[in-house]
């Protein structure tokens, strides 16, 4: 199991996380840190719990906008996929009429020839 020491603020603290995440985790850690430092250069002199319960609400502003805009995709990525299938269809259709007509016109070709 591995182990990184995270600096938030200025306070270390030690994670466990499993071998081979250390520096994902170690990533993320200075990500937090660096909201942390915004959050209170704006937010002024407010406690540690604060501070992490403003942080948190702010990764999870970000969470949700990004979550939303990939179902905005998802639904946009569906609904080209129906128009295309939709498309396919008819150009299939319209191929069927075409090759109708041709067969028709050949038909009528060859009775005129025939007289």
């Known amino acids: 199991m591995g182990q990184v020491s995270i600096n938030i603020r200025g306070r270390q603290y030690q994670i466990a996380c499993d071998d081979g995440q250390e520096a994902h985790l170690a990533r993320l850690g200075r990500y937090l840190d660096q909201r ?20 948190s609400l702010m990764v999870a502003d970000e969470l949700a906008d990004m979550s939303a805009e990939m179902d905005s995709l ?42």
């Open 36 to 55: 942390a430092e915004q959050v209170a250069s704006t937010a002024g002199s407010v406690s540690d719990a604060l501070l992490l319960v403003m942080v």
């Open 74 to 115: 998802n639904a946009t990525g569906a609904a080209a996929a129906e128009q295309r299938t939709a498309r396919e269809e008819a150009e299939k259709e319209a191929a069927q009429v075409i090759d109708g007509l041709a067969a028709r016109i050949e038909r009528i070709a060859a009775s005129l020839a025939d007289t």
